[in-house]
């Protein structure tokens, strides 16, 4: 049995022109959000043994708030491939972690991310912005492609549900 969450990065900053998209920081929402999801992690006691991330500053950027208050202390292994990646794209990614891990978080981006969370969960779900889905997988390893047959949404939070009215925009 492994366990993967899926994550969309935090909000992100558009108000600098000419900045490529890769480059964008996060903005305050997105400062405000992360911090909220790894709370919820922390606090429902989930645990996780490496952070597949896309290599975009917004992503770099949602991990490191993640770690500094969920307190996860997860190998990082950054992949430019999850940049913009397809439902497709981001399960190959899966196939290349080691099976000695048994929770995974890959932190990326939509559409790619909001497809393959519907897929597995069976049911339309909404990935904005800092969105979190938690699915227990019947697999004993990584190379096993996931199937809504073998996965099991666990738990799914949006920051617009754990934050104050006042802190969501």
């Known amino acids: 049995m492994k366990t993967v969450m899926f994550m969309r990065h935090a909000k992100s900053d558009w108000k600098q022109p000419g900045m490529a998209d890769h480059d964008r920081p ?5 400062r405000r959000a992360a911090p909220a999801i790894a709370c919820q992690l922390r606090d429902s006691e ?3 043994d490496v952070i597949l991330a896309s290599t975009a500053e917004r992503v770099r950027q949602t ?3 993640l770690q500094q208050h969920w307190g996860a202390q997860a190998e990082v292994v950054s992949s430019k491939d999850l940049y913009l990646a397809t439902a497709e794209q981001l399960l190959r990614e899966l196939h290349t972690l080691h099976d000695s891990w048994e929770r995974a978080l890959v932190v990326a981006h939509n559409p790619g991310m909001v497809s393959l ?28 492609t996931l199937t809504p047959q073998l996965c099991r949404l666990q738990a799914y939070w949006k920051p617009r549900d754990l934050l104050p009215a006042a802190e969501r925009d």
């Open 63 to 65: 991990v490191e708030l």
């Open 117 to 144: 969370v519907s897929h597995l969960a069976g049911q339309n779900l909404e990935m904005p912005t800092a969105a979190v889905a938690i699915f227990e997988c019947d697999i004993d390893s990584w190379t096993t």
């Open 26 to 30: 996060l903005n305050a929402r997105g």
């Open 46 to 48: 989930q645990s996780v």
